[in-house]
């Protein structure tokens, strides 16, 4: 064939069509900005929303640095921060925190060294000041510490701070300073600890009163780095490691360093807990947004071609080939794309950081980032133009294909010839042309508009329902059983700070602080949880003891464990136990998995109840106690222990342990004074996680309240519990926020309110967020529904003149058409239910897989609900789009050539 260069003349010819339809280049447009609106929007709000959380996730997790090296000497970290891997660093010097007194009893407050860099990452940039100057008693910290001392943020002032050195060692002691005040910034709610820093010097000064006990944090350096990306963390971290003859898996080892990935990197949440469901949910979300893009671009397109349909015919018959005519129409549709793309994002992304604050508003975060992520806008323009080619690819081959004659008669409708009857069909008279049969068949000629406009409607509201479906699921019941078994919880402060549990009588409940609540009445039920405050051994055997602890040491780390350890003659390890005493209101709260709890109300029955944990999901984890129902467990009770050296078996004077426990000997420790107890396992329970110690290192057991007392011989109360009458609920609250904070400022509350308005705030999210992506897509649907009509009345226009020459009034031609919206509607809500029913199950399976406290339950009501909508849309989109076109007389519609 012969080729010309008429790439130039296809240009102007394509631009030429292109100006000259000027309304339906506005349709295009809005299309495609629409379509880019729909982008740009969820990107935003997903990178907005994600932004967030990784930075309250930062402010909780202390920083945002990917990861750390912890406990190191100096030397280690001058040999670790110039690593290749890592591209940037700081330095923190820990020496302690304060004490647990009032007013710093309810606040976690840390003392440290840290370098400029270091400091940027922990979030500490002073609003007034600097950081503490070299050589001088300068300090910096936050607004809440100095609200806490009573001290006016203002550089320059005074203020003391007790400081811990070698806390939670036998060396512990808390030493005062009195600094001044330096630069200091607004406390973030968000962040668990605030800081106090200090000048190096001042670090090491108080580090060097240290006694130098392994286990003691003061005097620690801590290396945060930043690597090339925030994906495989922990593979880089042990690299780093790895490069230096240093590892992180056995903790006996020379050689070992402890290293902590930030949880608050999404990326490295996702590299660790990806899992084929989730995969799956995202790439589903990508594909219906491609798809609900393709549904309204793909219809304005057709709509173009339908209406241009003749002038291609005429290019044809002037020897114009059908990839010329596609390329025509693909440079047309990149062309509106470069009006429609802009658009969209500007309105797009207005309306991302409108909605942002939207949906975090009914999350638990405090503050709303907005993200500026540049990949918002490309990914956007990706997509909406991969949409947009694909969108004209068909409308393309059907311009390019149709026959010059094909093109002057087109009408838009499939032809098929009717069938013939035969027999006693043949002779049966014809029902005549009624107007529903006559809108039914109309739905027909067409087919594939048909069920892309169902389809296109449909979406919107399958939509919906998942949305709804999704947000009815989150089970309250669920949530609450395991977040807040009861109405209120009150213990010691300490109790309810992150890792600190219960270990003391200086922590329990006193009798006077439970008379006091008590008097304030509307209480329904409420009990004691005795907290265990001696040492108490269990004997297990070797196999039970590495299986319980081998997913945090590794083999060489427990043989060395398991040697350490004290056998009895027939081989079993004295191990460390955890128990509980309760009432019989908190045993009432527990999951029983096996036996009865009943015989733990009887002392003289020696009953006790293992406490086995579950999963993620709730679900009781088989392996996590060895004890079964029917066992005896033999407890022992120690008042004394004596220590000895390991290699010898010498044992060490009471008063020398201390000074021992500096020397390179291995010291040993075995019960000295003890008394021993067996009991029966009675039942295998799980205990709420608002009721327990809110730490596990140990096998757990449950006795009741009388027998704990009696054989522990302590009576100390970690928890008091108990549920109210809803009248009283509110007052109650008030009682204990006010006594907590003024009367008796040592202790703390968690109430059930305040988890019910976590749950509520986190299922608004999920509705907000689903019911905007709803209304999206049911603005597509609608659109596509009047481009659907439109469309249908514009190639018609001719046939409707003829039916309106021949006798169809004004009225029964709305009437048709009206009835052909009302079917389109009526099949988008058959279909719409059709794949609920079918969809409903599974997604709720994957809901479930994610949120152990999603329950599935199927509902019709969002269907329901839309149905007099969709009737309405149904009935009125023809009427007046039927009323716009028809404006002209019969007789100027029939001059229209075919």
């Known amino acids: 064939m012969l080729s010309v260069p008429n790439r130039k003349c296809i240009r102007r010819l394509s631009d030429r069509s292109l100006k000259a339809a000027k309304t339906r280049n506005i349709i295009a447009v809005i299309a495609i900005a629409l379509t880019t609106i729909l982008f740009t929007s969820l990107f935003t709000i997903g990178a907005s929303i994600n932004y967030s959380f990784q930075q309250q996730n930062f402010r909780q997790a202390g920083g945002d640095m990917h990861a750390t090296f912890k406990n190191l000497t100096e030397a280690q970290l001058l040999e670790l921060k110039d690593d290749p891997l890592i591209q940037e660093y700081g330095a923190r010097l820990f020496i302690g925190m304060t004490d647990s007194e009032p007013p710093f009893n309810k606040s976690h407050i840390e003392i440290s060294y840290m370098d400029a860099n270091e400091a940027k990452h922990y979030f500490i940039e002073p609003v007034e000041g600097s950081l503490p100057r070299e050589g001088t008693d300068e300090a910096a910290t936050d607004t809440r510490v100095l609200a806490l001392l009573g001290i006016e943020p203002k550089v320059g002032a005074k203020f003391t701070i007790p400081v811990g050195i070698d806390e939670n060692t036998q060396d512990a002691q808390y030493v005062e300073r009195t600094f001044t005040l330096s630069g200091w910034w607004e406390y973030d709610n968000a962040i668990v600890a605030s800081n106090v820093i200090l000048p190096r010097s001042a670090a090491e000064e108080l580090c060097a009163l240290s006694a130098g006990d392994p286990q003691s944090q003061t005097g620690k350096w801590h290396l945060d780095v930043m690597f090339d990306s925030a994906f495989h963390i922990r593979e880089k971290a042990e690299q780093v490691l790895a490069n230096h003859g240093y590892q992180c898996d056995d903790p006996t080892a020379d050689n070992y360093i402890a290293i902590g990935v930030n949880w608050g990197y999404t990326a490295a949440q996702i590299d660790a807990t990806i899992d084929p469901m989730s995969a799956i949910a995202i790439l589903a979300m990508l594909l219906l947004i491609m798809f609900t893009g393709y549904l309204i671009i793909y219809n304005v397109f057709q709509i173009s071609v339908t209406n241009d349909i003749r002038f291609y015919g005429l290019l044809k018959t002037i020897g114009t080939t059908g990839k010329q005519i596609r390329r025509m129409i693909r440079r047309q549709a990149y062309i509106l794309s470069l009006f429609g793309i802009p658009l969209g994002w500007i309105i797009g992304f207005l309306v991302g950081v409108k909605l942002t604050p939207v949906i975090m508003e009914q999350t638990s975060y405090t503050t709303t980032f907005v993200s500026f992520n540049p990949l918002i806008f490309i990914g956007a323009a990706v997509f909406s133009l991969l949409t947009v080619r694909i969108s004209c690819r068909k409308p393309g081959k059907m311009a390019s294909r149709v026959s010059p004659v094909e093109a002057v008669r087109y009408t838009d409708a499939s032809v098929r010839l009717p069938k013939a009857r035969h027999g006693k069909h043949a002779a049966r008279k014809s029902s005549g042309a009624r107007l529903p049969r006559m809108a039914w068949a109309n739905l027909g000629r067409s087919r594939g508009k048909t069920i892309i406009t169902v389809v296109s409607l449909s979406l919107a509201v399958v939509l919906m329902q998942i949305t709804y479906t999704f947000a009815i699921g989150f089970d309250m019941d669920k949530y609450l059983a395991d977040k807040s078994a009861v109405d209120f919880v009150v213990g010691d402060a300490a109790y309810f700070q992150t890792g600190s549990g219960f270990s003391s009588t200086d922590e329990a409940v006193p009798e006077n602080v439970i008379a006091d609540i008590d008097a304030q009445g509307g209480i329904t039920e409420s009990g004691r949880i ?369």
Not at 651 to 663: F, T
Not at 808 to 813: F, I, V
């Open 530 to 898: 005795y907290g265990q405050v001696s040492s108490v051994q269990e004997f297990v055997t070797e196999d039970w003891y590495r299986q319980s602890r081998a997913r945090w040491y590794t083999e060489a780390a427990l043989n060395q464990m398991s040697e350490d350890m004290e056998h009895t003659p027939d081989d079993l390890l004295a191990d460390r136990a955890q128990l509980y005493g309760m009432e019989d209101f908190p045993l009432s709260k527990l999951t029983v998995l096996d036996g009865d709890l009943s015989a733990l109300s009887d002392p003289t029955q020696n009953a006790i109840a293992a406490v086995y944990t579950a999963d993620d999901y709730g679900e009781p984890e088989e392996q996590s106690h060895w004890a079964k129902v029917g066992d005896t467990v033999h407890l022992r009770y120690v008042e004394e222990f004596e220590y000895y050296y390991e290699d010898t078996g010498e044992v060490i004077p009471s008063d020398e342990v201390d000074a021992v426990y500096m020397g390179d000997r291995a010291i040993g420790s075995r019960a000295k004074t003890y008394r021993d107890k067996e009991y029966t396992v009675a039942a295998a329970v799980l205990i709420p996680s608002s009721l327990d110690y809110r730490f596990y290192g140990a096998d757990q057991f449950v006795m009741g309240a009388a027998q704990f007392t009696q054989d522990t011989q302590t009576n100390s109360v970690m928890t008091y519990v108990f549920d109210t009458e809803d009248a009283a609920t509110d007052r109650m609250e008030a009682f204990l926020a006010n006594y907590t904070e003024n009367v008796q400022p040592l202790f703390d509350y968690e109430s059930k309110a305040t988890y019910q308005a976590e749950f509520e705030g986190f299922r608004a999210m999920f509705l907000t967020l689903g019911s905007t992506l709803s209304l999206i897509i049911g603005l597509v649907g609608v659109l596509n529904f009047l481009n659907a009509v439109l469309t249908g009345i514009i190639t018609r226009r001719h046939e409707f003149a003829v039916l309106q020459a021949i006798g169809m009034t004004g009225k029964q031609l709305k009437h048709m058409l009206m009835l052909e919206g009302l079917y389109y509607a009526m099949l988008a809500l058959i279909l719409s239910f059709a794949l609920s029913v079918t969809l409903g199950p599974v997604i709720g399976m994957g809901c479930s897989s994610m949120f152990w406290f999603f329950s599935y339950r199927f509902t019709l009501l969002p269907i329901i609900v839309l149905l007099p909508v969709f009737v309405l849309l149904g009935l009125a989109i023809p009427r007046i789009t039927c009323h716009s076109a028809m404006h002209r007389t019969v007789v100027e519609r029939l001059r229209t050539e075919e």
